[in-house]
């Protein structure tokens, strides 16, 4: 979402209320001149409340949303999970009848590897769960810009123009 507000300071506050009220909470934020971005994760369940919610923050000047399924992926995660597990219990079973010391060697590398997929795997099914139960919100924040127009006339074209510059420059300094 990108709003225009008048105040970003108060616009952020109301941001982290917001993520706070509905059992979120604020993933990452970057402040910039003239505005700032933030990335709330809230509770899937309760997305389209919380979207209408930030809307009241400012002046929408636009939306988009978007989805990914990761239904697939949970399923064949956790059916490779399982099956270094299987093959982890076969180890471990192994490495009880080994007899020589490089059968023992062997079978605990094996176990090693084994070990590392199956923690590498659970972290990313952590991941997507987490990702299914929370929604991410990122909102970018823009100050909203008092423009004045200043007409006048000169008879010397240069005096003119460096007017108008300076009318610009003071304009961008001043947030007028």
Excluded: H, W
């Amino acid at each position: 979402i990108r709003l225009t507000v008048s105040n970003i300071t108060l616009a952020y506050q109301q941001l982290i209320n917001i993520a706070l009220g509905f059992n979120g909470y604020v993933y990452n934020s970057k402040g910039y001149e003239g505005g700032a971005t933030i990335e709330l994760r809230i509770p899937s369940s309760r997305f389209e409340e919380a979207m209408l919610t930030i809307q009241q923050i400012g002046k929408v000047e636009s939306i988009s949303i978007s989805t990914q399924d990761v239904t697939e992926q949970i399923i064949d995660l956790e059916s490779r999970l399982n099956a270094s597990k299987a093959l982890e219990s076969r180890l471990l079973q192994l490495l009880n009848r080994a007899v020589t010391v490089e059968e023992v060697l062997k079978i605990e590398d094996q176990l090693t590897r084994v070990r590392a997929d199956i923690e590498r795997m659970d972290a990313q099914l952590k991941g997507l769960v987490g990702r299914v139960k929370y929604a991410s919100i990122t909102v970018e924040l823009t100050i909203r810009y008092r423009v004045y127009r200043i007409d006048i006339s000169c008879e010397t074209p240069n005096v003119q123009e460096e007017f108008n510059n300076l009318v610009m420059k003071i304009g961008v300094i001043g947030r007028i």
